[in-house]
């Protein structure tokens, strides 16, 4: 079975800086782009950054500069390193991957549970 379970999520002050982790495990016979998501209270939930198999990344408007996407393929991983973090960062943080689950298959985007990310001002 395919999971993506995330990790790094917490409370932290205005100007401080998270980490999310997001691992993929299971029978993955290759992966594409993986991306994070966030939704706030209220709001629809969207995109905040992806990462290409090969290393290129789109940022949000709102996050550039302040957030670097980065990805490990040997360990099927996604990360999100968080700096300068405000009030308005605050949201659950999911993470997603396009997933080839068999050679012949096509991609499917699979998604994590969600972390909460919560920024105090």
């Known amino acids: 079975q395919v999971q993506l379970v995330e990790s790094g999520g917490g409370l932290v002050q205005a100007g401080g800086s998270l980490k999310l982790s997001c691992a993929a495990s299971?029978?993955?016979?290759?992966?594409?782009?993986m991306l994070w998501h966030r939704q706030a209270p209220g709001k629809q939930r969207e995109l905040v950054a992806s990462?290409?198999?090969?290393?290129?990344?789109n940022y949000a408007d709102s996050v550039k500069g302040r957030f670097t996407i980065s990805r490990d393929n040997a360990r099927n991983t996604v990360y999100l390193q968080m700096s300068s973090l405000k009030p308005e960062d605050t949201a659950v943080y999911y993470c997603?991957?396009?997933?080839?689950?068999?050679?012949?298959?096509?991609?499917?985007?699979?998604w994590g549970q969600g972390t909460q990310v919560t920024v105090s001002a």
């Open positions: 997603a991957a396009d997933l080839k689950l068999r050679v012949v298959s096509p991609f499917y985007r699979f």
């Open positions: 299971g029978s993955i016979f290759s992966i594409s782009d």
């Open positions: 990462i290409a198999s090969g290393g290129s990344a």
